[in-house]
């Protein structure tokens, strides 16, 4: 049996996983339509994903609020609940930093160029989008490689 259980979280849960970002001193919240993966480890959490589809009309789920407990880092924990999203909601954005880059290149996500920003940053996620650039001018919009299958052009 493996140490780490990876599973969903229901409205029930949605404290425990806020406060497991808490102490991890990440700020998250559910922001609409979402989903959320966790791994858990001897009864904690010690890694968390959303994945919110902000609108019932979005063809595009944001990932966000990908954290890991420090304590756990460098055991793939993070790669395995992209890789557990994906299965679940195969068009997916992100908007990480561009140091994080070659983290999410590995995990089948690819640097956005000007068209498909264009075509992903629909009404919902463009201001967002657009928000957060404001206040970190490094970040970058990053689309799974299954969304890059589905936009036109491609």
């Known amino acids: 049996m493996s140490k780490f259980t990876l599973t969903s979280i229901d409205k029930s849960d ?3 996983v806020l406060r497991f970002y808490r102490q991890q001193h990440y700020s998250a919240r559910f922001i609409g ?15 968390s994903v ?28 993070a790669s395995k609940l992209i890789k557990h999203a ?12 561009t140091s994080l880059s070659p983290f999410y290149l590995k995990n089948q996500f690819t640097i956005a160029n ?14 967002r989008f657009n928000s957060y650039q404001k206040k970190q001018p490094h970040l970058q919009l990053f689309i799974s490689n299954n969304t890059i299958n589905n936009i036109s052009g491609e």
């Not at 000007?114 to 940053?121: A, G, M």
């Open 114 to 127: 000007q068209r498909q920003q264009t075509e992903v940053l629909n009404p919902y996620l463009l201001p």
């Open 14 to 16: 949605k404290k425990t």
């Open 33 to 47: 339509y979402d989903k959320c993966y966790v791994i858990w480890h001897q009864q904690e959490i010690v890694a």
């Open 86 to 97: 994906l299965e679940q909601t195969p068009s997916m954005i992100c908007f990480a930093n």
């Open 50 to 77: 959303i994945i919110s589809n902000i609108h019932p009309d979005n063809p595009h789920a944001l990932l966000h609020a990908l954290v890991t407990n420090k304590a756990f880092y460098h055991q793939g924990l």
